[in-house]
């Protein structure tokens, strides 16, 4: 089983649609957990961290579920710079190691 | 420091050549990955430094491929006898206390 499941989409939404993503992750024991966005052929760059009791950052809204081992993202009101790719990351910071752990990512696109 | 700065962007090569790939992170960045990205899917861990000490290195890193930080600062990715299937975009990431950058990668094209 994979570290982290994410749907790879595409998600196709128009101008000012919510959209939003969910990512699984295995490993009960996880401690940090991020989303990144990837522009095409560019690296992925930090969008935002993942807070135990969720977290939100202008149109974007995070989430964790611990139970579930689940983690969603929500954007609102989309934007056409919203396309993208979204990726989740979790890190376990187990004394096992200290890599982070990436999805294969979802594909936004926003329609005008 | 500006960000993590990677070099070549690109490297073109044919098949049983060697490559090294450098990786400059912020000064501050106590702890550098290297990750492998393929077209579709996320990167993929093959690294990890704490300072100049490689801790962790993932089953993808096969023998041809060896990773050094001789100083703790820069990091250096050197690919032996490259393969086809080593294609991809090669990717490092600078890490401290407040947050993990990563650089514009190096896609590695091998004929």
């Known amino acids: 089983r994979k570290e982290v499941e994410q749907d790879p989409g595409p998600f196709n939404v128009p101008e000012g649609a919510t959209v939003a993503f969910n990512c699984t992750y295995s490993?009960?024991?996880?401690?940090?957990f991020f989303w990144y966005r990837q522009d095409c052929r560019k690296e992925p760059k930090l969008l935002m961290s993942v807070y135990s009791s969720g977290n939100e950052d202008g149109r974007f809204t995070a989430q964790l579920n611990r139970a579930s081992q689940y983690i969603s993202l929500l954007i609102r009101d989309s934007k056409l710079s919203d396309s993208a790719t979204y990726l989740c990351?979790?890190?376990?910071?187990?004394?096992?190691?200290?890599?982070?752990?990436f999805g294969t990512g979802t594909s936004l696109t926003v329609i005008p | 420091d500006t960000g993590v700065s990677q070099n070549p962007r690109h490297k073109i090569t044919k098949r049983g050549q060697n490559v090294t790939f450098r990786c400059d992170p912020i000064?501050?960045?106590?702890?550098l990955y290297w990750y492998r990205q393929t077209l579709g899917q996320g990167p993929e861990f093959l690294t990890y430094f704490q300072n100049e000490a490689q801790l962790e290195k993932s089953r993808l890193l096969s023998d041809r491929f060896s990773a050094e930080r001789p100083k703790g600062s820069f990091s250096t990715l050197e690919i032996q006898r490259t393969e086809q299937g080593d294609s991809a975009m090669y990717l490092c990431?600078?890490?401290?206390?407040?947050?993990?950058?990563f650089g514009s990668g190096t896609q590695l094209s091998v004929l």
């Open positions: 000064s501050e960045h106590n702890r």
């Open positions: 990431a600078g890490s401290d206390q407040r947050g993990t950058i």
């Open positions: 990351v979790v890190n376990p910071r187990s004394n096992t190691g200290n890599q982070f752990y």
């Open positions: 490993n009960s024991a996880s401690q940090s």
